[in-house]
Structure formats: structure tokens, C-alpha cells
């Protein structure tokens, strides 16, 4: 953060805000001291922290205010008397100096993130819980997915798959069924799993194929039951982890994951015996440093190495579904208060706020998402260790990432614990520190990264994010220019799963859905919108649904921005949107099938004419 600016006090806190209507927030004293008091620092701490982290770009040198031995990843160790060689290799290095003062950090960053030149391509947004198959066992899973970018790549002419995100569900129910608020953000949920790809379930006998039943009955109900269908999914693995051998692959991606996976199988075995939130465990097992949790895990090794397997199982199966596509994955802005990850970095939490988001036209009362932010200057301390695991987890398998919320990078909207959303202010973050962490992460795993900066952006973020080579959002909702005249660094699309499809629009469905769960629709907004479809796709007033969708998307690849996406909703006339934030019990978010199986989506005609409208002039490059 360096030096403080001049609506930020030492802590990183903004004294004062505009909000995305233009409006001047002071922040009281009362939320001001709350948010110190989660940081639980002073501020020559949270200053020191960060200042001891330096940054320098590949091919670049500076001088060093001191002479200083820098020790590079591989432990080799160099000498600089006066300036940082130039020469230096791309990651993670310390500067030591003399005495016995802490070493420092060294980040040796690429200029940009992985960004293929003359790249040009289109992809599906696939809600992958949504893609059931004939086969699945209730909501749709990783073979589906496989099946799915089989037939995109080879008939379609689809390069990618944007998903939603993957990531661990706590092991109990109920199963919470937003991919947005995971427990972990490192490893992914068991729902995912293509249970009869695991191996031995073929050769299984009567007692599977009574579960296989079971599952198949829940494909009747469009909404989908993820309690039972965990449910049925463990008690079939538990059943294939007793006949398992322990696979040497299985061995080697233990030793590759580490202390990392060990951690999360742990918070497994504990949430099955105590239940989801660690908080309210007993408290010798509150702390993953703890004698009692290392006892723990002495005590219940196998079923450690139960959920160890499992997680093997999940990569596995991510690793063969993008064997014919590439995958572009979705990070999410944070996790749960209660769940692995929390528990892991709980040191490195501000577990006394929330993160959120200020008033805007949409939500007047601003937003409260739940999740715990992390202590700018706590994750310095730790050399930023928490951000760097989970960008490589996000990265594993996938050839680009859809990082939500980029603005994070730069501030986050921090709530006090118990406040309204209105009662908060925004937290400033390193964002030189964590821009150049991602580049590194990007060049190492040849993924490009994409930046979510869809809502309140402050001025000045876009144009770092592009400097770094990461492409932002454009939307036909929410931009004013015609496709043609998107920029090239973004990606391009009509929608994302918080809004409403194109359907919903164009049918008037979206209105009568929110009035039936007694919301209030936002007429002028919707009527824009509709007139905005219209333009863009050149077509009357009283055009069909199916001439609307097809038209807007040939209009939406005229863009020529690097990536363009066409969520299954959209063009199977989906009417109700996948997510309607500020709804709980109103509206079932996130579970949802698609009203059709995948059989019937690979016969359907107008997924056909979709991607024929965005292939031409679509197909150039590769990201490699």
C-alpha cells in the first residue's frame, strides 16, 4: 500500500467513498474503529508488514538500499553489492541482509499475465451442477462436463468452458449450493464427482446399482436435492475406498499437494465428527497447530486418506475433462467464515468483518456476502502464502481463470461483524504486490487471467488491470456501444449468472417471476434492457425468442474481443436466471437443472445455430 493516500488512514481504511451513483461517504469513527479492531494491529504493523515485501520486473534492475545475499527458489544464493541483477529468474525470492534482520521478499514478475497473441476465440458459460445427463445421479458432474466439451470442441467448434466454480463444499449436510461462499477455494467438491468413472465402480455389485437407482430418481425433479445426492455419492465412495489399492497416482498427487491437502482432509474428518463450523468445535480443535488436532490426525489417519482419495479422484477427472477443451475456471472472491479455509488461515483473518459492497442503483442498502476478508498486512506477513496456493489451485488443469471481483486487488468493501452493509467503508490492498503475484502464477501455468469488474470500480483500476494483460468484462446489458466496438482485451458476453437471461427479458418473464416471489422489478431497467436486445440484435419489437437469440449472439461475435461466451440459459431460452442475489428462501439459487438433458442439448438446433453464428472469424489462435 505504501504511504497512506489521502482518504486512507494507516490501516488501509477509506475515510471516505463515492458509491456507484455518485454519492460522497463519510465513514464514522465507530465503523472505522471496528474495522481496526478485526485487523487487530497498530499502524506502524501494518505499515512494516507490506514495506517489507519488493517487487522488480523480469529484464529489470534497481538499486538496493543496502548490500544483500538474495536466495532464489531453488536455494541457490547470489551476492549484490548495490543494484538487483537483471537477469533474475520469474518467482519467489528472498533479499537478505545483514545481521539479523528478517529476510525480505522478492517477487521477480513478468511484465504481463499469459495473454497468446492473435488469440480470438468463443467458449460456453456452463452452470456444471445444471448439465445433467441420463446418467448423472441428480446434478450434473465431471463425465457430463467431459462428454459436454467433447461435442462443443469437435462439432461446435467451441476452444473453451467457463465454469462455475468447483470449489469444496463443507462434508456434512446441509450442502451449502452456492459455489461463490465454498468452504475451500483449494480443492473441489465431492458433488462434482462422476461416481461411475471411479474405479471399481464398474466391477460393483447390486449394492451400487441400488444407489445408481436411487440417483437417477432425483434427474425426475428439476430442482436439485444436493443432500441427497451427497448422500447417495459418499456412501458410494465409501463403499469403492474399501476395495481401493491405493493407485501410485493417487500416492503422487498426495506427496505433490502436501501439508495443504493433508490440512483440508483434516477440517473433513472433524466437520464429519463435530460438525461444519469450526468456531463452535471443541476449542483444543480450533487451531490447525494445535496438540489435540495433531493427535486427531494420528487417530483417524484412514479416513484422512478417505478424503485425501476423493480429492485425487476430483483432479483427476477436472484434468481428463479438459483434455479436448480448455477450461476456463471461476475464482471466487472469497469463502465461509466456518469452513477449511478459514480454519487454515484463520491468523490471517479479519473475522470481525465481512465482505460486501456499497449501495447502488440495484440494492440500496448495499451488500453483506459473508465471507471473511484477509488482513492486508497479515497476509504480507505470511508472504502472501494463502493468495498463492489458491491461485495455483485455481489455475490446475484450466488454461485461462475468470477471477470474480477483480476490484479486490485494489480495495474490498469490509463490514463490521453485526453492521448493515451501509455501516461499512472500504479496506485498500497491495495491489502492485498481488498484481504481481498473478502474473507469476499465469506465466508458470500458460493461463490467461481474466478480471470481473463488473459493479463499483474506482478510476484507474481498469487501466492497471489491462497494463498487466488482463482482460475485462463487457456486457450487451450494461454496455452502451454495439459488440463491434467492444475492446480487444475482454471478454465478451450478453449476461452472467446475477442477471437476467435472455429470455427473461425478452418474454417479460423476468418481471412476472420477481413480482411472484414478491419483489419489485425494476421496469425502466428491464424496459432499457429489452430495447438494448432489440438494437443489438436488429429485430422487431414482436420477434420470436428464437430470432432474438440467435441474432444477438451473431452480433455479439462481431466483437473483437479475445473471448466471447454463450451461457446454456440463453440459448436454451431459460427463463429464470441461475442466481438472484439478495434472495435466500425466495428463489432456489445455484439449484436449478437446465430443462434439458445433455442429450437433448447436443441434438438441440439452436445450440447449433448459436455457435454457428460465433464461429466465424472465432477460431484464430490457441492459448499456448
Known sequence: MGAPRHDTDA?????????ALGRLHSVSDATRAALHAAMGV???????????????????????DRPSEIVLEDQTVLEARSDLPADLPIGYHHLRGPGSEAPRLLIVRPARCHLPAQLRVWGWAVQSYALRSER?????????????????????????????????????????????????????????????????????????????????????????????VYRLKLAALERLWSRSDGASACERYRAELGAPLRRFALFCALAEIHGPAWPTWPEALRHP??????????????????????????????????????????????????GADAWAWQDCLALGARIGAPPDEFNAGGQNWGLPPFVPHRLAAVEYEPYIQTLRAALRHARALRIDH???????????????????TYVRYPSEHLLAIAAVE?????????????????????????????????????????????????????????????????TG???????????????????????????????????????VIVRAHAALGQAPSLFVTATLEDVLGVSEP???????????????????????????????AVAEALSPGRSAGSFD
Not at 490501516?11 to 458509491?19: I, L, M, N
Not at 425494476?522 to 425468442?545: F, I, K, P, T, Y
Open 11 to 19: 490501516w488501509g481504511v477509506v475515510t471516505s467513498y463515492y458509491d
Open 42 to 64: 497498530d499502524a506502524e504493523a501494518a505499515a512494516g508488514g507490506i514495506e517489507r515485501v519488493l517487487v522488480a520486473y523480469s529484464g529489470q534492475t534497481f538499486s538496493l
Open 136 to 228: 448423472s445421479w441428480g446434478i450434473g458432474d465431471l463425465g457430463d462436463l467431459a462428454r459436454f466439451a467433447r461435442s462443443s470442441r469437435r462439432e461446435h467448434g467451441a476452444a473453451f468452458v467457463l465454469l462455475n466454480p468447483l470449489c469444496a463444499a463443507a462434508p456434512v449436510t446441509p450442502q451449502e449450493a452456492s459455489p461463490y461462499a465454498p468452504s475451500s477455494r483449494l480443492f473441489r467438491n465431492i458433488l462434482s464427482l462422476d461416481i461411475e468413472a471411479v474405479p471399481g465402480a464398474r466391477e460393483d455389485g447390486s449394492v451400487l446399482a441400488k444407489l445408481r437407482a436411487a440417483a437417477h430418481d432425483l434427474n425426475r425433479e428439476r430442482l436439485i436435492d444436493r443432500d441427497a
Open 289 to 338: 497447530a494445535s496438540a489435540a488436532v495433531a493427535r486427531f490426525a494420528l487417530e483417524n489417519r484412514q479416513r484422512l486418506r478417505f478424503h485425501e482419495w476423493i480429492q485425487w479422484l476430483l483432479d483427476e477427472q477436472v484434468r481428463q475433462a479438459g483434455a479436448d477443451i480448455a477450461l476456463m475456471n471461476d475464482l471466487p472472491v472469497g469463502f465461509g467464515p466456518d
Open 406 to 424: 477483480v476490484m479486490g486487488f485494489f480495495r474490498l468493501f469490509w463490514v463490521p461483524l453485526g453492521a448493515s452493509a451501509t455501516e461499512g
Open 442 to 506: 499465469s506465466h508458470r501455468a500458460r493461463a490467461a487471467i481474466i478480471g470481473e469488474d463488473l459493479g463499483t470500480v474506482e478510476a484507474g483500476v481498469r487501466e492497471e488491470l489491462a497494463a498487466c494483460g488482463m482482460p475485462s468484462y463487457r456486457l450487451l446489458w450494461f454496455d452502451a456501444t454495439p459488440p463491434s466496438d467492444f475492446p480487444a482485451q475482454s471478454l465478451a458476453a450478453v449476461t452472467t449468472h446475477d442477471l437476467p437471461t435472455v429470455a427473461g427479458v425478452w
Open 509 to 547: 418473464d423476468e418481471a412476472r417471476m420477481l413480482r411472484s416471489i414478491g419483489l419489485a422489478p425494476h421496469e425502466q431497467r428491464l424496459h432499457e434492457m429489452r430495447a438494448r436486445l432489440a438494437s443489438v440484435a436488429g429485430v422487431a419489437d414482436d420477434a420470436s425468442l428464437d430470432d
Open 578 to 608: 441461475p442466481n438472484r442475489p439478495g434472495t435466500q428462501h425466495e428463489w432456489p439459487n445455484w439449484s436449478l437443472a437446465l430443462p434439458l438433458t445433455l442429450e437433448q442439448i447436443e441434438r438441440h438446433p439452436r445450440v447449433r
